[in-house]
C-alpha cells in the first residue's frame, strides 16, 4: 500500500482547503487518519475515518472546522478544510492503520504513511 497526499497550499485566513489521500490499493480495510506537524514539535493527530465502517474522529482543533470522508471507488479518503487558521499552518500526513478510535488518535497505530503536503495560512 502506498499513500500520496495532494491539495496543499498557501492559503489566506478563512478560506478552505481539500486535501486528497490517494491510495495504491482498495482501502476498506484500513483506518485512514490525517496528521499534522510543525517542525520542531510532535505530530498531531486530526482526523480518521475507518474506510467500511466509519467512526470518525476529530481533534479539538477540527471539530466544526473540517471534514473528513471517503471515497472507495476511488480508494481516496478526504480532508475537507474550512475556516483556516494561520495555526494550522503545517505539512499534513495522511496514514493507514487497522484500528480507528471515535475518541483518540495515536500516531503510533498507524503504519503507512504518506510524503506529506504542505499547508500554509497567511495573509
Known amino acids: 500500500l502506498q499513500l500520496v497526499e495532494s491539495g496543499g497550499g498557501l492559503v489566506q485566513p478563512g478560506r478552505s482547503l481539500r486535501l486528497s489521500c490517494e491510495a495504491s490499493?482498495?482501502?476498506?480495510?484500513?483506518?485512514i487518519g490525517w496528521f499534522r506537524q510543525v517542525p520542531g514539535k510532535e505530530r498531531e493527530g486530526v482526523s480518521s475515518?475507518?474506510?467500511?465502517?466509519?467512526?470518525?474522529y476529530y481533534s479539538d482543533s477540527a471539530k466544526g472546522r473540517f471534514t473528513i470522508f471517503r471515497d472507495s471507488t476511488k480508494n481516496a479518503v478526504y480532508l475537507q478544510m474550512n475556516s483556516l487558521k494561520p495555526e494550522d499552518t503545517a505539512t499534513y500526513y495522511c496514514?493507514?492503520?487497522?484500528?480507528?478510535?471515535?475518541?483518540?488518535?495515536?500516531?503510533?497505530?498507524?503504519?503507512?504513511w504518506g510524503q506529506g503536503t504542505q499547508v500554509t495560512v497567511s495573509s
Open positions: 496514514a493507514a492503520g487497522f484500528v480507528c478510535s471515535p475518541y483518540a488518535l495515536p500516531p503510533g497505530a498507524f503504519y503507512i
Open positions: 490499493e482498495n482501502l476498506d480495510a484500513y483506518c
Open positions: 475515518i475507518h474506510v467500511s465502517r466509519g467512526m470518525p
